[in-house]
């Protein structure tokens, strides 16, 4: 599950691993959208697992109040690492790194900057926490809480698609997604 809405997803502002809030709007929007039963999902939840980042896990604690489950921290769960991108607008970073921008809407499987994450490093740090949870052998009742990025990647792997329609997958905050994690994720594509 995506976190609830934050100021910066308001604005189009990357935040990466900015410790931030969320908004009242996104604490209406986790409390009165989280219904797991709703989803037509039969399992149960027996357990969250956050992002450590604050968004993450202030949506983990409403969720978690709600079904009564408690939580646990995967740092390995936090969002993309944006490097020079983290804090500025979209329209920023299209002015500032326009050749950059161009290749992230192209082909963002290539991109790669100092201090910012490549997808494929994403993507096995994200399979890595995944891995966390299945040698707890308790992930069948398991929700993560996590951020966009890290949604998308997951998704990409579990269903076997390239990385580059990583920027056409739709995560909406709030959104949830169901993987089977039965694929062996020690190697990434």
């Avoid at 809480?145 to 990583?166: E, S």
């Amino acid at each position: 599950m995506r976190h609830g809405r934050t100021a910066s997803n308001e604005r189009s502002i990357y935040a990466g691993w900015s410790d931030e809030e969320l908004t009242e709007a996104g604490i209406r929007e986790v409390k009165a959208g989280f219904r797991i039963r709703d989803y037509g999902w039969g399992g149960k939840i027996e357990k969250i697992y956050t992002s450590p980042i604050r968004r993450a896990v202030h949506t983990a604690e409403i969720v978690g109040k709600y079904l009564n489950v408690g939580i646990g921290i995967v740092d390995e769960f936090k969002e993309i690492k944006m490097g020079p991108w983290e804090g500025l607008a979209e329209k920023e970073v299209i002015k500032k790194f326009p050749d950059e921008w161009n290749l992230w809407n192209r082909r963002p499987s290539r991109l790669n900057m100092k201090g910012r994450e490549t997808l494929i490093e994403l993507q096995q740090r994200a399979l890595e926490g995944i891995e966390k949870i299945k040698c707890n052998g308790d992930y069948s009742g398991g929700l993560v809480i996590t951020h966009m990025a890290i949604i998308r990647v997951l998704m990409i792997y579990y269903n076997d698609l390239p990385l580059d329609i990583y920027r056409k997958l739709d995560v909406p905050n709030c959104g949830l997604f169901v993987l089977d994690l039965r694929k062996d994720s020690k190697t990434s594509k």
